[in-house]
């Protein structure tokens, strides 16, 4: 049960007692359980924080005050650009609120969204399992974005482990080379209540041959204390001898370690050379969060029916205002229109289709690829400023 937003505390949407409410939603599921059937099921709008997870993805790509994602195509240097880019896979990792969850996105639901000369689109491509595809292009930097991830909650008794399968494809177009890398794993734990950044993600580029590692470790307490552990990253960065698919014979393996890094990732990270080049920082979360503001409405004949905002708006309205009866119908109203709406394709023999993706694999060795039907994101009818 988790939100964007800054895990310190935020009390507009906490509720009395959130712990034992919390755990009474799995008093009836036993460990190990696979928990993306219980994920939707109609939860009471008080475990919902005013915001579609669509949009919460989208804004881990738009939401930032650096343009670190531009910057990525900028360096001159093949070894700079990719550590930009490992700089810009920290960057979107943000803080949570335990407690509460952004709404299950709805099957079709998208959200459209420009910041500077990025376009960002998202969409529900799957609801059984859930699905969420996100094509993002900048013309101008020569950065094409691709990518697609499904949460995968377990119940592990006094913690829920979420799993992000699916993968990120960043392509710097002016320079040829394409970056693969997966998302980091989600730790929820219910005593004492804390949201983590969990796992190992590994970064990739073939046409250099670079790779990274970095690490999320689980964070401890001692005494109810919480260790130095909380939000931080270890990793490095390394030139392959072969491609990055291959699997060198054992013992054979001649990578050449480049940088070693550490920090937080919500705070700083530094970059040190261990051939005596020094250390440096990398990566400054305040830059991130600093100078931003809320999207504005550029455009309203432009949103689609299925923008994130308009399939939501009653039921925000109603959590901002804690009316809680107003909130929990305006919820049952939009899952409703979607069963009726499944019915009724089902009625008719027909398979529904998203809108600006395509299924890319069929089922192959990752099914939950998809292929953005238009080359370039067009501008959205909503702006960040800036």
Not at 116 to 125: G, H, T
Not at 169 to 195: D, Q
Not at 230 to 241: E, N
Request: charged share 25%.
């Amino acid at each position: 049960m988790v939100a964007a937003g800054d895990d310190s505390g935020d009390v507009e949407y906490r509720t009395p007692n959130l712990v034992q409410r919390v755990l009474s939603l799995f008093k009836n599921v036993r460990p190990g359980s696979d928990l993306t059937s219980f994920q939707a099921m109609q939860l009471p709008p008080s475990f919902n924080y005013p915001k579609s997870e669509l949009q919460a993805y989208g804004e881990m790509v738009y939401c930032a005050g650096k343009d670190i994602l531009g910057e990525c195509g900028g360096a001159g240097d093949p070894l700079e650009r990719f550590t930009r880019v490992v700089v810009w896979s920290i960057s979107t990792n943000r803080p949570a609120i335990f407690g509460v969850v952004p709404y299950n996105p709805v099957l079709g639901e998208t959200h459209h969204v420009s910041a500077r000369s990025l376009n960002v689109r998202l969409e529900q491509v799957s609801h059984h399992p859930p699905v969420t595809a996100l094509h993002a292009t900048d013309h101008r930097h020569g950065v094409n974005m691709l990518w697609f991830q499904r949460p995968v909650p377990k119940f592990q008794g006094t913690r829920v482990e979420v799993e992000v399968q699916g993968k990120r494809t960043l392509k710097l177009v002016e320079h040829g080379e394409t970056y693969v890398m997966n998302s980091p794993n989600m730790t929820i734990r219910f005593i004492p209540p804390a949201v983590d950044w969990t796992g190992t993600v590994k970064v990739s580029c073939r046409e250099t041959g670079y790779e990274a590692e970095l690490n999320y470790p689980t964070s401890s307490f001692f005494l109810g204390r919480r260790s130095s552990s909380k939000h931080s990253v270890t990793g490095k960065i390394y030139k392959t001898s072969s491609p990055p698919a291959a699997s060198p014979p054992p013992g054979k393996c001649n990578n050449k370690l480049l940088y070693t890094l550490h920090g937080h990732w919500s705070s700083t990270v530094k970059i040190r050379d261990p051939n005596g080049g020094g250390e440096r920082v990398i990566y400054n979360a305040k830059e991130v969060a600093s100078k931003l503001k809320a999207p504005i409405l550029k455009d309203p004949q432009s949103v689609l029916p299925s923008e994130s905002a308009s399939v939501w708006s009653e039921v925000s309205r109603g959590i901002l205002s804690r009316d809680w009866e107003k909130a929990k119908e305006a919820k049952r109203a939009v899952e409703e229109k979607q069963r009726e709406m499944a019915k009724a394709r089902k009625s008719r023999g027909e398979v529904w289709v998203p809108k600006y993706f395509t299924p890319s694999n069929n089922g192959g060795d990752d099914p939950y690829e998809y292929s953005p039907i238009e080359k370039l994101v067009p501008p959205a009818p909503i702006v960040v400023p800036f």
